[in-house]
């Protein structure tokens, strides 16, 4: 059995639909990536998964119970932590974890095992009288994970759970996801960071409320570019980009830091035409022309703004 | 600097005019509220519900009373009483008539609820009057059979100027307006400024070169043109329903409200300095407006009657000025020599309280 | 149970570590009782007064001596023309002016009428019309004295008709001391006011603050959730109560006539149907700001006007007056009143007892169904 089954999942807000028609499995103990831009539909599709919100028409079985109208068993199977910071800030570290320890039943010696539990993940052993708002940024962070997962859920889901942390914070974070899904439970997160989508089993990306790709990032890689893509350090790269989008051959142009990322049209195209147009055709100095595979971050770009594209027309 | 101002005023304008729920509180309770308070307030007392024991029916008559029962037992008194079933019993003698006749006094007495003192008060003055004019009535019709005129040292002559009919309720809207305007305000400028405070917001203006000062005037503005539209609507309904014309200068009026916005608002401001919460600055804007500009305004108890100590106290609320100055435009249409303090005793409380704030902003950015 | 038990304690925790709420919480109400408690005074006892003596005899000085030992009449000016009458009318500087016309102790003499006249500030026509009711009495009596004093200058000896006396007593209040209707009025006033404005905060703070939506991510049951706000609020609710009658009878001394239980018990009921208003509120507003602004404009200033605190019920218009029976505050003062200052019980106030359980409830129910665990 599949931890969560979605079944064309549809919300509709006044005349905007925010998640069109959304189908996907996320199997037992993965991770699972849910990518896509701000807007959308990440979150609203979460908050029909998790319960909180009712689904203009499909379905979803999470853990095999229907979000529409086994939402209490639902909730009782899952974990869930959003972008915005929510414990209470005002609590002591330990007033936080009693409370929601009290809040899914835990009591005993079980509670006194799953609190040493938590306060160990966020790193706050000896810290538990702390008052929570005075901690820093990523330890919060950890301390929503593990106060989220207090109940030891099967399905955790994770709305932009990095959002804001920094990079260091945000592998320690992930070091925790990880050992998570190594102990069996399902881990679905929503991210914009790219580089996290690579720790994840499987990933989907949403656009404007539709799914338009799936798979893991290797296929995605390979299955939605077929094209070569051209990776060019130049030193005026507004000028060079201006330049390549006239070329017949080009298809999308995109600035990557103080790269060009090129994705052809022509296979028969090569790292000399390049070279001949840019350097000798308009004496731009070009320093290097690489043929590279491509990242998620081009698949993606790739994908929503040919889905933009359609639906434009 | 003005433009910095502007900038604030504008995004503060912007994030009104989405918060459509807001707005209609903003502008659409007031009317209501005095709509229906105008016409609820007042403490004219009419229809005084009575019980007598005795067929004479003289009292009676009169259309401040409304006779509700005829007892005929001195336990029935205190039910009456007690129940509120009626506010005043009136016990008529069995000897009455006979006492009378042979040209003896006689005592009528009537039991009075005091559990409200100033309704006892006006009622015990309407029964006194009613039965003097009854005697009196009884003495004339018995000179006249011998010919002779009643003698009356004194003649009270009263005259009620710029309220002949003594009704309480144009009294009472000025207080009424002052009360739902000095709200609107404090609370609408306390929360919109902690608000920022709450969500962070403020660190991002704490850290652009706007000054304290600038941030506030910007938050200002915008509050005060609401309230000045607020102060239009309310006037206009006060005309509309309760036929108040404005008596006095116009110009006047306006300056009034004007001073007076800007001592509500700096109220305002000085409370969102020392609150971190909504919730705080909500209880602190409660204490500070919604009840001392309902009692310690002199809106429905007499200032001068209070001990010193709480007319001291009565400063706290600038509902206090705008009030005074409210009755003598609105009521006796009168000049300005007749509220000019009070305008400078809103200036002070203004620059008082932003001068508070100021200090305390500051102190709290040094932290 | 467990669940239920572990939300009252987080709710208290966040009020003890909320120090500045704390304050304004516990402190707010006793020092507004106190200092309202003084305020809140509509006896007439200072009233300014002007006197144009225009016959300045030892008639007019002995008539306007009784003026100053009555103790209600302060008079601030002593003035020689009408034009000065008519400035200090208008710029509300006296209340009322005397005028004492020329042959005054003449007219008296000769057994003439004198007329009195008496023009009044009149915008503050409750207060107008009670110094007028003093004036009448100063009046009477000295017209009483003079015709007695005629009486027996002609030896006269019986009176010349039969005349009616009134005797007025005062029950429950024999002063008539407006300080002991307006406390426990303010009393009711103030816990309204305490409640309602914590507890329509309560659920509309945690939505904004994100944990809401944590919160109906758990398996934790609506009825748990709003038993989980309204009994921390409820104890808080009753310390304020415990807290402000204590000042009432301690401060104020005002001596509560009827059964304390009784009065207690109701305050209760008050209390919920209160909370019942504030959660309300609370679950139907986005953001803290609207819950405050309903809470304010919606609530509590109806409360304040339509509730008989000062404004007496019976002057209203009738379709005002039906608006009235919708106010829970109506009903506790009215129960306030009764049990302080006359010592009625239950058998004469059951009805308002009932409304007042009946109220709480339905609105609890109400509000808690109204709140529902889903998002829009």
């Known amino acids: ?313 | 600097m003005f433009n910095r101002i502007f900038a604030i005023a504008k995004k503060e304008m912007r994030q009104l005019k989405r918060d459509t729920r807001m707005l209609f509180i903003v502008f659409f309770f007031p009317v209501v509220l005095l709509a229906i308070f105008g016409y609820a307030i007042n403490f004219d007392v009419h229809h005084i519900k009575i019980a007598v024991y005795d067929q004479d029916r003289s009292l009676i008559s009169s259309e401040y009373f409304d006779l509700v029962t005829y007892i005929d037992n001195d336990d029935q008194i205190k039910k009456m009483l007690d129940e509120k079933i009626v506010q005043a019993v009136v016990v008529f003698p069995k000897d009455m008539s006979r006492r009378l006749l042979s040209k003896q006094e006689v005592k009528i007495q009537f039991l009075v609820d005091g559990v409200d003192g100033t309704s006892a008060n006006v009622i015990q003055n309407y029964v006194n009057a009613a039965t003097y004019s009854y005697s009196i009535q009884l003495t004339k019709e018995y000179l006249a059979v011998t010919g002779k005129n009643l003698y009356v040292p004194i003649d009270l002559q009263p005259r009620f100027w710029f309220n002949p009919d003594l009704q309480s309720t144009r009294f009472l809207i000025p207080g009424l307006m002052g009360m739902i305007l000095i709200i609107t305000a404090v609370i609408s400028i306390s929360l919109s400024i902690v608000r920022e405070k709450e969500r962070g917001t403020i660190e991002q203006i704490n850290v652009s070169p706007l000054s304290s000062i600038e941030f506030i005037l910007g938050k200002t503005i915008p509050y005060i043109v609401i309230s000045l539209i607020n102060a239009t609507i309310v006037l206009l309904a006060g005309y509309i329903l309760f036929d108040i014309v404005i008596k006095g200068n116009m110009l006047l009026l306006l300056l009034g409200t004007f001073a007076f916005l800007f001592a509500a608002l700096s109220l305002g401001v000085f409370i969102s300095t020392i609150a971190d919460s909504q919730q705080v600055a909500f209880q602190a804007a409660n204490v500070t407006s919604l009840l001392p500009s309902l009692i310690l305004s002199g809106f429905i108890f007499p200032i001068e009657s209070m001990p010193i100590a709480i007319q001291v106290l009565t400063n706290i609320t600038p509902a206090k000025f705008y009030i005074v100055i409210l009755r003598a435009i609105l009521l006796r249409g009168a000049g300005i020599s007749a509220f000019w303090d009070q305008l400078i005793y809103l200036g002070i409380f203004g620059l008082v309280f932003i001068a508070l704030a100021t200090l305390v902003d500051k102190k709290s950015k040094n932290k | 149970m467990k669940t239920i038990f572990q939300f009252i304690i987080k709710e208290l925790l966040q009020v003890k570590r909320d120090k500045k709420m704390l304050v304004v919480i516990f402190m707010a109400p006793i020092l507004q009782l106190i200092f309202l408690g003084y305020a809140a005074n509509m006896d007439v006892n200072v009233i300014h007064t002007t006197i144009y003596d225009q016959d300045k005899t030892s008639t007019s000085r002995d008539f306007i001596k009784r003026f100053e030992q009555s103790g209600y009449f302060t008079i601030d000016h002593n003035v020689s023309n009408y034009e000065e009458v008519t400035d200090l009318l208008n710029e509300g500087k006296t209340l009322v002016a005397i005028v004492i016309p020329k042959d005054f102790e003449k007219k008296i003499n000769r057994r003439e009428t004198a007329p009195l006249q008496t023009l009044f500030e009149g915008s503050d026509g409750n207060k107008a019309s009670i110094a007028l009711g003093y004036i009448q009495g100063i009046a009477t009596k000295f017209s009483q004295g003079i015709v007695a004093e005629t009486k027996d200058k002609l030896g006269m000896k019986i009176s010349l008709s039969g005349s009616l006396i009134p005797e007025v007593r005062v029950w429950y209040n024999p002063e008539m001391k407006t300080r002991n209707y307006m406390v426990p009025g303010i009393l009711g006033l103030i816990l309204m006011i305490s409640t309602i404005s914590l507890m329509s905060m309560a659920v509309v703070r945690e939505r904004e603050i994100g944990t809401l939506e944590q919160l109906i991510v758990t398996p934790i049951k609506n009825y748990q959730l709003i038993l989980g706000k309204l009994i921390p609020f409820t104890l808080i609710g009753f310390v304020v109560l415990i807290i402000v009658m204590i000042i009432m009878t301690q401060w104020f001394g005002i001596v509560v006539r009827g059964n304390r239980l009784f009065l207690l018990f109701t305050a209760l009921l008050f209390v919920l149907s209160n909370l019942g208003i504030g959660l309300f509120i609370s679950t139907v507003s986005k953001t803290q700001q609207q819950a405050m602004m309903a809470s304010v404009f919606a609530i509590m200033m109806p409360m304040i006007y339509l509730s008989g605190f000062a404004f007496p019920i019976e002057n209203m218009p009738v379709v005002v007056q039906y608006i009235t029976y919708l106010i829970p505050l109506r009903y506790f003062i009215t129960i306030l009143r009764g049990i302080v200052l006359k010592g009625i019980g239950f058998s004469s106030l059951w009805f308002e007892t009932l409304i007042l359980f009946g109220m709480g409830v339905t609105l609890l129910i109400f509000s808690s169904l109204r709140f529902s665990k889903k998002i829009e």
């Open chain 1, 1 to 313: 059995m599949n931890a969560i089954e979605v079944k064309n999942l549809t919300k509709v807000f006044g005349k905007f639909t925010a998640v069109d028609n959304i189908n996907f499995d996320v199997k037992q103990g993965e991770i699972f990536g849910f990518l896509g831009a701000n807007g959308a539909g990440k979150s609203t599709t979460i908050r029909m998964l998790i319960g909180i919100l009712e689904p203009t028409s499909g379905d979803a079985l999470v853990s095999g119970y229907s979000i529409k109208n086994q939402s209490d068993l639902v909730k009782k199977n899952i974990g869930y932590m959003s972008q915005k910071f929510s414990l209470y800030n005002d609590l002591t570290v330990v007033e936080n974890i009693r409370f929601f320890a009290g809040i899914y039943g835990l009591d005993g010696k079980k509670y006194e095992e799953r609190k040493n539990w938590v306060l160990k993940v966020a790193d706050l052993e000896n810290m538990e009288n702390v008052i929570t708002g005075s901690l820093p940024g990523g330890i919060k962070q950890r301390l929503a994970l593990g106060t989220a997962v207090i109940h030891e859920p099967k399905i955790v889901f994770l709305d932009e759970p990095t959002s804001g942390v920094d990079p260091i914070s945000r592998r320690n974070f992930w070091d925790l996801i990880n050992e998570l899904s190594e102990g069996g439970t399902t881990v679905l997160v929503t991210t914009h960071y790219l580089d996290e989508a690579e720790f994840c089993n499987d990933i989907i990306l949403i656009n404007a409320g539709k799914l338009i790709a799936q798979g893991n990032s290797k296929e995605l890689k390979t299955n939605y570019i077929k094209n070569p893509i051209l990776e060019i350090e130049s030193d005026r790269i507004v000028d060079s980009m201006e330049i390549l989008e006239k070329e017949k051959w080009v298809g999308e142009t995109s600035i990557f830091g103080n790269y060009i990322h090129v994705i052809l049209n022509d296979n028969t195209i090569n790292e000399g035409h390049i070279y001949d147009l840019l350097r000798d055709k308009n004496g731009i100095s070009v320093k290097r022309v690489e043929k590279i595979t491509p990242t998620l971050e081009d698949v993606f770009i790739h994908l929503i703004e040919k889905d933009s594209k359609k639906n434009v027309q």
